[in-house]
């Protein structure tokens, strides 16, 4: 082994290695003991907030908000019912509501406590606001809680239209069995009276 290459090999050994080794566990650590962030598929734009920094009933109403409106966007947003939302489908107002509901309403409404919360800590959650008689908790909780059941009511509505369509597809499909079998009942005789003549030809 010639002095350069050995050179080369403890540069690897003592240099590369350690080095590497101190950065990959310093990522480790730095992993294990970050904030576990808000994660929600129809409200991504929360996803920078820690877990941590929010009440339990907010994240409750958050989780029950999130649920319904992954449902809600299916139902008025997949108009032509082909498993996606993209431009084929027809955008209604109902889901830009939905959607400016999730995009925007409800991350301002969640921003603007925790920038309360972060003037004073505890504050946000005990202290009434000026001209009110709630709390910065108590007021986004009441933001999420109408937001909730707007989309409770939505969800219902939905429930009713699409049983009405079946009841609709129910009694069209009768009419036209009714009236099928109406239609065939009416030329069996015609078609007994067909077959017993083409008999008696045969037998003559």
Do not use: C, W
């Not at 209604?92 to 509901?101: G, K, V």
């Amino acid at each position: 082994m010639t002095q350069v290459t050995a050179m080369f090999v403890m540069f690897i050994l003592y240099g590369v290695l350690p080095a590497a080794g101190l950065y990959l566990g310093y990522r480790g650590i730095k992993k294990v003991t970050a904030p576990k962030m808000l994660e929600y598929k129809a409200m991504p734009q929360l996803g920078y907030i820690p877990e941590k920094s929010l009440p339990a009933e907010v994240k409750a109403l958050l989780d029950e908000i999130n649920k319904k409106g992954e449902k809600l966007r299916v139902i008025y947003g997949d108009s032509n019912n082909d498993g996606k939302i993209d431009d084929t489908d027809t955008v209604t107002e109902t889901y830009i509501m939905i959607q400016n509901l999730m995009d925007k309403h409800i991350p301002e409404a969640v921003a603007d406590y925790r920038r309360l919360h972060d003037l004073d800590g505890a504050r946000a959650d005990t202290t009434k606001i000026k001209h009110s008689d709630v709390t910065g908790k108590e007021a986004l909780l009441e933001v999420l809680s109408t937001i909730n059941r707007q989309f409770d009511d939505l969800l219902e509505a939905s429930y009713h239209q699409d049983g009405q369509k079946l009841l609709i597809t129910n009694r069209y499909l009768q009419q036209r069995f009714d009236s099928s079998n109406s239609t065939n009942l009416s030329q069996a005789p015609h078609i007994a009276r067909a077959e017993t003549a083409l008999t008696d030809d045969s037998k003559s």
